[in-house]
């Protein structure tokens, strides 16, 4: 069961450049999340869709874009990166519905980027 | 709007001896709560769920947390703890019908031999 899974899983890039997280998971569901994890800062969501081809901002939304062309994926690009993206980024989905309970979200094991 | 709040950023305590990991929440609606654990170098993976009903809920390691409405706390405690309990936790606060959850800023357990 792979669940969902993060590429890469580590990376390192110099200020300005540009790259592409995938977030791919298998259990068929509809919510997926991107958040970023930083000391003290705990989890803050960056966007999230609950659908394909729907997306939409979390909290911390600047300097991020997103895609989900297919259900199975949810892209998280960055198109000129900072230091202050220097951070952990985690993957979530869930089923929909309104029983949030019981539609827990499942995570990735995460992306450590580091931007110079 | 919801928000969690946990109280201490980190915690150490002894092989064997009791912990109590805090977590305040604020809502204006009726909350589902939950306990998230972050070994190191993994993802969160969920440890216990409060939805309704029983104020104590448990997980399957000897973990237990307590709703309490009045103080509007879900604190996250175990009566012996282990070395492999060393991990970060996260408490987060959502809502019937909410699309995301709210997280805290986590509590980093570390167990001393």
């Known amino acids: 069961n792979a669940g969902v899974t993060q590429t890469p899983k580590f990376r390192v890039l110099k200020t300005g450049q540009s790259m592409t997280l995938l977030c791919a998971q298998d259990?068929?569901?509809?919510?997926m999340y991107w958040y970023r994890q930083d000391p003290g800062m705990g989890l803050r969501l960056i966007h999230y869709?609950?659908?394909?081809?729907?997306?939409a901002k979390g909290e911390v939304p600047d300097g991020y874009n997103v895609s989900r062309l297919k259900k199975q994926n949810f892209l998280l690009g960055l198109e000129s990166a900072a230091p202050s993206q220097t951070s952990v980024y985690f993957c979530?989905?869930?089923?929909?519905?309104?029983?949030?309970?019981?539609?827990?979200?499942?995570f990735g094991a995460g992306t450590r980027l580091s931007v110079l | 709007a919801q928000s969690v709040t946990q109280l201490d950023s980190q915690v150490p305590v002894f092989e064997e001896a009791p912990v109590e990991l805090r977590c305040n929440y604020s809502s204006s609606v009726s909350v589902y709560l939950f306990w998230y654990v972050q070994y190191p170098n993994q993802g969160l993976q969920l440890l216990l769920k409060y939805l309704s009903g029983s104020t104590l809920v448990e997980s399957i390691n000897g973990f237990e947390a307590e709703f309490n409405k009045s103080q509007t706390s879900f604190h996250l405690r175990k009566p012996s703890v282990h070395i492999s309990d060393t991990a970060e936790y996260f408490c987060?606060?959502?809502?019937?019908?909410?699309?995301?959850?709210?997280f805290g800023q986590g509590t980093r357990l570390t167990i001393n031999p």
């Open positions: 987060a606060v959502g809502n019937q019908g909410a699309q995301k959850l709210v």
């Open positions: 979530a989905s869930r089923k929909s519905g309104w029983d949030l309970a019981k539609n827990i979200q499942y």
């Open positions: 869709s609950v659908g394909e081809g729907t997306t």
């Open positions: 259990m068929n569901h509809e919510y």
